[in-house]
């Protein structure tokens, strides 16, 4: 099968294709490799990818619009997978500008690709952050999802509104994936397992917002990975639903929740990378940061309902693996 995936120098992009590539797929990847955060440590995805055979790697921006319809023509995509873009909570109050330009010109200028060569199923990834001011627990896809606490959050629920609409002119069978918390090895530099890892081996304190009583529902990125393949054949198809299901009414749109479904304090994934390292942090206790949700947590029954029984991966274990990448990759 042949894949378009952008975001491959990405933390989940590279995750992605590298799983398809083993797996035998054919793989274009289209990324900007922004220096939104180390660039070497994008370049190393890349290098890893490029091991393989069936890899072809596009650098180029979201917002290059001629760029994008070349590159999707070229690959002949059966698959769409789009994953690049500005992320992060609390750097959407420092430039949002980035998110405007990124997240929503880049990703119409991807919508358009898509319309002009036709794939079997586009699959886009969203966030838990649009369920924003939410109090009901957990968060459900059938939930409204109208009030965003950030830019970051806006811009996604932005494409989720702007997919359905190509959905329902275009007839594209479109899945929007909400995200919770992915973690794992080659993860992101700006995450918070990333930072405490880092300033606990270089003696630094860690900064623990919300006075550590935030819950997140973590997702390790192999069980996300593994979500992300089985849903890959499965394009919505319009009138055709299933139990518990988001689709819309006029288009072959669905949005699904990606999650472990077991939200853990913060103080927990603390305690959890201490064991790993085999160090005590120390820690500055900070109030719950602007943008923040106190709490995430996702009713996963519709992605069983698609996939069956997935992975689990618990905080221990992942966190684990991501302290033993990180050792090697930075020989600490």
Request: aromatic residues 10%.
């Amino acid at each position: 099968m042949k894949v378009f995936v952008t975001g491959t120098a990405g933390f989940i992009g590279y995750h992605l294709a590298r799983r398809l590539l083993e797996d035998g797929h054919i793989v274009t990847g289209f990324d900007g490799v922004t220096d939104y955060y180390d660039v070497a440590l994008k370049r190393a995805r890349l290098a890893g990818l490029a091991q393989y055979a069936g890899f072809t790697a596009v650098e180029g921006r979201l917002e290059d619009a001629d760029l994008l319809v070349r590159s999707l023509q070229q690959a002949e995509a059966e698959i769409v997978v789009h994953l690049a873009a500005q992320a992060g909570v609390r750097y959407s109050i420092e430039q949002p500008q980035s998110y405007i330009s990124a997240n929503l010109v880049g990703t119409a200028n991807l919508l358009e690709a898509v319309r002009a060569h036709k794939p079997n199923h586009l699959l886009a990834a969203s966030t838990s952050s649009v369920y924003g001011g939410n109090s009901k627990i957990p968060f459900s896809e059938l939930d409204a999802a109208d009030a965003p606490i950030s830019l970051y959050a806006a811009t996604k629920k932005s494409n989720e509104a702007m997919a359905h609409s190509y959905a329902h002119l275009f007839d594209i069978p479109t899945t929007m994936l909400r995200f919770f918390t992915v973690y794992g090895p080659w993860g992101r530099p700006d995450m918070a397992l990333f930072k405490f890892v880092s300033a606990i081996l270089e003696g630094r304190p860690i900064d623990v917002y919300g006075q550590g009583e935030m819950r997140r529902d973590f997702t390790y990125i192999d069980d996300l990975i593994e979500a992300i393949v089985r849903i890959m054949p499965l394009g919505p198809v319009q009138g055709v639903p299933v139990p518990g299901d988001s689709l819309s009414p006029v288009a072959p749109f669905r949005v699904v929740n990606l999650a472990g479904g077991h939200p853990e304090l913060l103080m927990d994934f603390v305690h959890a990378i201490e064991a790993a390292l085999g160090q005590t942090a120390d820690r500055r206790f900070q109030p719950l940061q602007a943008g923040d949700p106190r709490e995430t947590a996702a009713d996963t029954a519709l992605l069983q309902q698609l996939t069956g029984s997935l992975p689990r991966t618990p905080i221990e274990i992942g966190v684990a693996k991501f302290v033993t990448w990180y050792r090697q990759y930075y020989r600490v």
